[in-house]
Each structure stands twice: as C-alpha cells, then as structure tokens.
C-alpha cells in the first residue's frame, strides 16, 4: 500500500461542490495515484480555504463514489480501484422487466448480458448495466447513468445499440469519457465514438463455402429483413459459387412473429424446386425454423443442410443436425473494454474494429441456452429426434 503523502493542487476551492472538485481533480489527473494517501487534514483546510465541516462532507462524498477510503488511525487514501479507471458502465435501449420491451429482448440483448456478467467476473473489473437508456431522458435509469457521468465514477460507455439517441444529452456529449458502441460502420457525427460491429461479410462467406464443400447448390434463406446490401452480398455469393437461390426463396419473417419461420420453411420445403440448403440468419427463427423442416417431412442433414445463426454465449437449441455460424458477445465485451482503456491511456484507436463470424466449435468456453426454454426444449429435442430419424428410416 502506498502511504506517501501528496501535496494538494488546487486553483480555487471554498464550498463543499469546490472542495469535491478540487478533491476528485487531483485523483482524475493522477496527482494522487491510487492507493497513495491523501495530504494531512491541517494541510487540506489551509489550501482549500475550507472549513473541517466542509471537508468531512466532500470526504464522506467521495468515499461513497468510490474515490476514496479512511482508515481509522491512518488517515485517507485514494481507493485502489477508483470507478474512473475501473466502473464500466453498458447500455441497453430494452429493459427485460418492461413488459413493453420483452418482445425485443432478442437473443442478442441476452448474450449481451451474460457477456458483461462474464466481463466483470474474469477480470475484476466493476461493469454496471443500464437497461430501458433510451430517448426518454427522464427514465430512472438514465438519470442513475446520468449521475454516474456527472460525477466522473465511469472509466467508460458500451453502446450495445447505435447511440443517435442520445445526442444532446451527457451520455452522448460529456467530454473526457470514452465509448465505444455497436454500430455496423462508423458514424462521421460521432467521431469520439469508435465503432465495433460483427463481420457480416464474414458470416455470408464462412456458411456458402460449407454449404459448397456438401455440394449443396439451392440455397433458401430466412431472415428478419437484414436489407438490400446483405441480399446483394448474399446473391454475389451465391453466384460466385456456382448456386441458386430464387426470389421466393429468401423469406423474411418478424421478430414479432417467430412462429412465420416454420410456416415459411414449410412452404419452402413444398416448393416445386425443393432446396438443398437452409441458411437462417436470424437466431430467434432456428427452432421454428427446425419445426418447419419437421412438418415438411424432410431429413437432415441428408436432404438439406441447415446453417443457424447464433449469438454466443446463448446459442438456440439445435432441434435438428445443424451447424451454427455467429458472434461471440464475450469478444466484444473484451474489444469494448480494451478500447476504452486505450482512449484513456491517451491512443489513437481505430475507427472501426470488425469481429469475426465463429462457428459453435471455434468458440471458446460454453454458452448457456436461455433458462425460459431449458424445461420445454428437451421435451422437443426427443420428439424431434424421434421423428427425424423415422423420416431417416423411410428415406432408405
């Protein structure tokens, strides 16, 4: 422990709101490193011009922000993990509890979560979340983070959205805090906010070229309407390959009504061209999607090969022999993170960091499959088995 005492730097000091500022200035800037301990109680009235009332309080109000700590007998330090080197804060527009929001509690948003639950038990690291930070800045939650900025208790803001929402306010404008958000590219009106997304290009190309290596030539896509620059990227793909795949083909369904997919893999199923390859590029339609195959009458993989999309660590539950192609939550906590401290390190990051596409196997660890479904899925997987490997039987 560091017991060397520092001398105070301090331009102007008097009222409690002074005296805090003066104080947390002097951690912020690293004058006092952390650990180190703090200039004799004497010492602090006569250069912050305050009274020992004034100065208990702005202690005590530090101490609760985490900036410092007493020691009976000792004297006060700097805490060793001050919340500007060590609290992170991760922003979720959704709010899981708000009935509101459920419908948009995605895959995705889950593996978010587990991802910062895991960030802050490998590395010790303090990481809040903050979940239902939208534009209603007037929402418990955003004044909590609100407050947290305002008081300089974060080392850094995670976006797991595009943050547009928040400009005008201090989550977005409040200088001296770095961020890093989950946005496809860059956004020029941000240029603070570096931007880390998953390699789109990299998912299209990993799963064509297995569905090439199983000779697979007719590809069906499912998806929740991902765009005309995915479509195209897909189709050049395709064409590249030597594969088809048809307008009707490329069904688009809504998260909203996951069930469309098994519907939609029906139909596709009965098409008077049947395809040899299903890619589902949307974790929330894999096992309605495996439902459709099923009701189709189809065997997998020996009929078609089935490639689902997955948000590591909360994989959908493989109902039918299928590979999955996606991204690991856990990397962009770590990138995330990593960046920030590069910023406040004082570095030059680059604008835009791509994460690979992963296949089940590549990933590191294990993932869980959402608690809601764990009782229902295993009574499915048996009944699906079941009945894939009657449909195996009557094949042969």
């Known amino acids: 422990m ?6 105070l730097s301090v331009t102007k000091a008097g009222s409690s709101h002074d005296v805090v500022r003066a104080l947390r200035t002097n951690i912020l800037s690293g004058h006092w490193s952390p650990g180190s301990q703090l200039p004799a109680r004497l010492e602090l009235l006569r250069s912050l011009k305050t009274t020992p009332v004034t100065l208990h309080h702005s202690v005590q109000r530090l101490v609760n922000d985490g900036f410092l700590r007493t020691a009976a007998g000792s004297g006060t330090f700097v805490s060793e993990l001050p919340p500007h080197l060590n609290t992170y804060a991760v922003v979720f527009i959704y709010d899981p509890a708000n009935w509101r929001d459920k ?3 995605s895959r995705y948003y889950q593996a978010m979560n587990q991802a910062t639950v895991r960030l802050q038990q490998e590395t010790g690291k303090r990481v809040l979340m903050f979940h239902g930070i939208d534009q209603h800045a007037d929402s418990e939650e955003c004044t909590r983070l609100i407050t947290y ?3 300089q208790r974060l080392a850094g803001l995670i976006f797991t959205n595009h943050p547009y929402t928040f400009e005008g306010t201090p989550i977005l404008d409040a200088p001296g805090l770095p961020r890093v958000a989950m946005m496809s590219d860059p956004d020029a009106k941000l240029p603070h906010v570096p931007a880390v997304s998953f390699d789109g290009n990299m998912w299209v190309t990993k799963a064509l070229d297995h569905l090439a290596a199983q000779g697979r030539r007719r590809v069906a896509l499912i998806d929740f309407g991902m765009g ?7 189709q050049a793909g395709l064409a590249a390959r030597g594969m088809v795949s048809h307008r009707r083909w490329h069904q688009f369904v809504s998260l909203r009504n996951s069930e469309g997919a098994t519907n939609a893999v029906e139909l596709l199923m009965n098409d008077r061209e049947r395809p040899d390859a299903l890619l589902v590029e949307d974790d929330n339609f894999v096992e309605q999607a495996a439902a459709g195959l099923v009701a189709a009458g189809v065997s997998v993989p020996k009929e078609v090969t089935v490639i689902g999309h997955a948000n590591f660590p909360v994989a959908p539950t493989k109902l039918l022999p299928m590979r999955l192609l996606g991204y690991d939550a856990n990397l962009f906590m770590r990138t995330a993170v990593d960046l920030i401290d590069r910023q406040r390190a004082g570095e030059q990051v680059p604008r835009e960091t791509k994460l690979p596409a992963l296949w089940e196997e590549e990933i590191s660890g294990q993932w869980a499959v959402g608690s809601r479904q764990q009782s229902k899925v295993s009574i499915q997987k048996s009944v699906f088995r079941s009945r894939n490997r009657k449909m195996e039987m009557a094949v042969s």
């Open 103 to 105: 419908e948009n509690w």
């Open 2 to 7: 560091k017991k060397s005492r520092s001398r």
């Open 228 to 234: 005309p620059d995915f479509s195209a990227r897909v």
């Open 149 to 151: 900025i305002e008081r």
